[in-house]
């Protein structure tokens, strides 16, 4: 079984701050790793994705994540909010290949509020 | 969303009363997922499909069934509804080759 843990249920930061939120997962398996982003009232929207390959992905809007095997870690970054970054970020994880039919587990989600 | 479709977006109904949302795709993918989303609780997986008439139970399934007769078709339906599901309902489609897309969500209170 496989879970996913959020460090931070809310997160507020000033407008151009640098941001990051936290997401550490635990898996017996290989897995691949998704951050998604909800505006209010909206579906979620990927932001970025790991597989494999480099450790270092870069996402839409600005946003990376670093996968860290040995921490068992998948932060997301980003080096200079706006207030449009506002919303909802949700990280996931699913096992590696299809075995599983790629189903994904979600972790409970950070509120990033960026403030003027 | 471009290629995933939920209806009704928005319902009302009483404790008790069956309900039925449906997910309707265009891109022919053949995974189809239901999902949950609590405050608190993140998002949560009800049921999913793997192809036509094949479907498994996820982490929440109680009180829920689904049926898929068709690729472009995945319906949820809550037998007798009760406020504890209450809730925003999202639909996911996926290809083997790219990440889960989500719908626009369905929002159900049950009274």
């Known amino acids: 079984a496989q879970s996913v843990t959020q460090l931070d249920s809310q997160v507020p930061v000033f407008e151009e701050a640098p941001v990051e939120l936290r997401c550490n997962y635990s898996s017996s398996v290989s897995v691949y790793l998704f951050w998604y982003v909800q505006y209010p009232n909206q579906g979620l929207q990927l932001l970025l994705k790991y597989l494999s390959g480099s450790t270092l992905v870069k996402g839409i809007n600005g946003f990376e994540a670093e996968f860290n095997k040995s921490q068992t870690s998948f932060h997301l970054r980003k080096p200079s909010v706006h207030i449009s970054d506002t919303a909802e970020y949700f990280c996931a994880v699913s096992d590696f290949g299809g075995g599983s039919n790629y189903k994904l587990t979600f972790g409970k989600g950070t509120l990033l509020t960026v403030n003027p | 969303d471009a290629g995933i479709t939920q209806s009704p977006r928005h319902k009302v109904t009483e404790t008790g009363t069956p309900v039925t949302l449906r997910c309707h795709q265009t891109?022919?993918?053949?995974?189809m997922y239901w999902y949950r989303q609590d405050p608190g609780h993140g998002l949560r997986l009800i049921h999913y499909s793997y192809g036509v008439k094949d479907t498994d139970k996820g982490e929440v399934s109680d009180g829920y069934s689904v049926s898929r007769s068709k690729t472009e078709d995945f319906l949820l339906t809550l037998e007798s509804a009760t406020s504890s599901q209450t809730s925003v309902y999202f639909c996911?489609?996926?290809?083997?080759?790219?990440?889960?897309?989500f719908g626009d969500g369905t929002r159900l209170s049950i009274l």
């Open positions: 996911a489609i996926k290809d083997s080759n790219q990440p889960q897309h």
């Open positions: 891109e022919n993918h053949r995974y």
